[in-house]
């Protein structure tokens, strides 16, 4: 294809550093907005900082994209778990060690990140051996992900051999808990998971619970007041980020009200636009203001909003027109993870994978086939369907992100 790259990601790049310099888009929230000095913990945060400037960042990215191939930039963006690495002993198998599938797969289809479960972590000694070997099958650095919300949701503190925190459930912070306990915890799960090698947690759950019948979030949400979840939301980005690891908020648009089970069916909710945005908005535009890393889109579907039963994972106006547009996020979109029964039941993995990220989104999270997922991307590239200009916008986030973090650091 006749691109002119280099002209469309300076153009990228002016555009983002913009956004950066008025507040929108990735990072630190302003100085008032930051937590005190003499918080418990705030010295130790600060000390952690190490990361790259976003500006930096972005210029950085623009420059490794320079000698990227199609293939290398379309497997940045997916993230997956290890069976779909090494398939040979099926969807769950408990796999603790890094296999020579796995290190074939990882240059196979460039992939962007990992996400490792409570089944691939068994102890301290392990967990760090097991990153550090994918880290070092694959050219460009990897997300190394966990989902680490605290409570129920604890991947690793729930495992006593490895000796972090355990948290209460959100429910329960939200009920006897203030903003400054929150920032600490979102501190201190960053700086436990960074020292095994994470540096991103799929946390926090900024969905307002409203419905009791809600089975999916139950005790993961801090609460059914808007303006109290968005400032514990707020409070936990700024303490796990200041520790250079990536927060990410979720589920997009919000699934607080919903009665049903993303994992195994359709679920669609009877909110309207005034609905979300005086309810389920307010956590997630706090958490964006906060300077959120990633958002995770779910996979409900708004009827309501959208006249379709499209899923929010693969909506153009839930994620670019809403979630980009009104709301001014400027960072990763991630979609929940595509294994799920509301998605497999409905499309292929290529579908769902195109679907997504025609959408909006930047990185597809488990896709159910990787290798049919990855194809369809690359094919809908080479026949023009998802344009250079497009991929390279999703692949300049994902790498500023890993330059801004430390994931990836500038050659002398």
Same mark, same amino acid.
Not at 1 to 21: D, E, R
Not at 158 to 163: E, P, S
Not at 277 to 302: C, L, Q, T, W, Y
């Given at each position: ?11 990228? +790049? ?17 100085? *008032? ?20 400037? %976003? ?36 969807? %769950? %198998? *408990? ?13 196979? +289809? ?9 089944? !691939? ?21 990897l ?15 729930? !495992? ?18 203030d903003?400054? +306990?929150?920032y ?27 419905? *009791? ?25 700024k ?13 997009? @648009? ?15 909710i ?27 889109? /779910?996979?409900? /579907?708004?009827?309501?909003v959208?006249?379709?039963?499209? @899923?929010?994972?693969m /909506? ?23 294994d799920?029964?509301s998605?497999?039941? !409905? %499309?292929? /993995? ?63």
């Amino acid at each position: 294809m006749n691109i002119n790259k280099h002209g469309f990601i300076k153009a990228i +790049y002016s555009v983002l550093l913009c956004i950066c310099l008025t507040g929108c888009a990735l990072g630190h929230g302003s100085e *008032e907005d930051k937590i005190p000095e003499n918080s418990p913990g705030a010295e130790d945060v600060q000390e952690e900082s190490t990361g790259m400037d %976003y500006d930096e960042a972005v210029e950085a990215a623009a420059e490794y994209m320079k000698n990227m191939t199609i293939e290398e930039k379309a497997g940045q963006l997916f993230i997956v778990n290890l069976e779909l690495l090494d398939q040979r002993n099926g969807n %769950y %198998y *408990e796999w603790k060690k890094c296999t020579k599938a796995m290190k074939k797969a990882i240059n196979k +289809y460039h992939i962007g990140g990992v996400i490792l479960f409570s089944r !691939n972590i068994a102890g301290r000694k392990q967990t760090q051996k097991l990153i550090n070997r994918l880290n070092e099958s694959s050219p460009v650095p990897l997300f190394i992900t966990v989902d680490e919300e605290g409570g129920d949701v604890a991947r690793i503190a729930n !495992n006593g051999r490895m000796g972090t925190t355990v948290f209460p459930t959100m429910e329960e912070i939200g009920n006897t808990k203030d903003v400054s +306990y929150v920032y600490d915890m979102g501190a201190t799960i960053g700086s436990e998971i960074k020292e095994l090698g994470f540096n991103v947690d799929f946390a926090p759950v900024a969905d307002v619970k409203t419905s *009791e019948l809600n089975l999916e979030i139950g005790t993961r949400s801090f609460g059914g007041e808007p303006g109290k979840v968005a400032d514990f939301v707020s409070a936990f980005v700024k303490g796990m980020q200041e520790q250079n690891v990536s927060a990410t908020l979720k589920h997009f @648009p919000g699934q607080g009200s919903s009665s049903g089970d993303t994992h195994i069916e359709s679920v669609n909710i009877d909110s309207s636009i005034t609905g979300l945005r005086k309810n389920d908005f307010v956590p997630f535009e706090a958490g964006i203001d906060a300077g959120a890393d990633f958002v995770m889109v /779910s996979h409900i /579907s708004v009827s309501k909003v959208t006249e379709t039963s499209q @899923p929010a994972s693969m /909506s153009g106006l839930i994620m670019d027109t809403i979630l980009r547009g009104e709301l001014g996020f400027q960072g990763i979109i991630i979609t929940d993870a595509m294994d799920m029964a509301s998605i497999t039941s !409905n %499309y292929t /993995s290529a579908e769902a994978a195109y679907g997504a990220i025609n959408g909006g989104a930047d990185i597809v999270l488990m896709p159910h086939d990787l290798e049919m997922a990855y194809n369809e991307i690359i094919n809908k590239i080479n026949f023009g369907k998802i344009s250079e200009e497009r991929l390279d916008a999703s692949v300049l986030r994902i790498l500023a992100v890993k330059y801004m973090r430390g994931i990836m650091k500038v050659e002398e």
